[in-house]
């Protein structure tokens, strides 16, 4: 496993943090992946506004 440095998390602007933390720590992209990243201490029960919050290529059609 790779070690990793400080330049690893480096956010410009426009990058969603929690993207480029799922890349850094080399896990895929996906709903439940972001939701349990997003939400360390439960996930929420899922709404439109939660739906909204989240990147358009992950949410639920």
Known sequence: MKE???EDFIIKAGQDPI???LKVLNLPLTRQN???LSYPEGIPESS???EE???EKIRSR
Do not use: F, G, R, T
Request: without cysteine; proline residues 7%.
């Open 19 to 21: 993207i480029e933390a």
């Open 34 to 36: 972001y939701l349990e």
């Open 53 to 55: 919050s989240l990147p």
């Open 48 to 50: 439109a506004e939660l």
């Open 4 to 6: 990793l440095a400080k």
